[in-house]
């Protein structure tokens, strides 16, 4: 079992999970964070700091898309170990439905 981001995170990018992390799996793409499945140890620390609860545990059903999405980008975003600011309109998107195909970034954040 591992951890996945969903588009909940999408344009919220909280990253209170980033700073209880304990291996530091975590990667950042412009408007979301993604966890590399290969690197997460299944701890669960994340899941309850995510205040747009966005990460879910891969037993979940349905997850499948999201699984490939943190697999797929966590290989191209680079690793973020320290929590910043969250988007100063974060709040306003927080239970969004549909985020995904309104406002999904494939391009890489800044990263630590």
């Keep these: 079992m591992t951890y996945v981001v969903t588009d909940a995170c ?11 992390c304990p291996v530091d799996c975590f990667y950042e793409g412009d408007n979301m964070l993604v966890i590399n499945p290969n690197e997460c140890i299944d701890c669960g620390v994340c899941e309850p700091e995510c205040p747009a609860e966005a990460i879910l545990p891969d037993t979940e059903s349905g ?17 973020i170990t320290r929590k910043r600011d969250a988007p ?25």
């Design 88 to 112: 100063a309109d974060a709040d306003a998107f927080k239970g969004v439905e549909g985020k995904y195909d309104k406002y999904f970034s494939a391009e890489p954040g800044q990263g630590d």
């Design 63 to 79: 997850l499948e898309k999201w699984q490939e999405l943190n697999n797929s980008f966590s290989a191209q975003w680079p690793n």
């Design 10 to 20: 999408i344009r919220c990018k909280y990253m209170d999970c980033v700073e209880v």
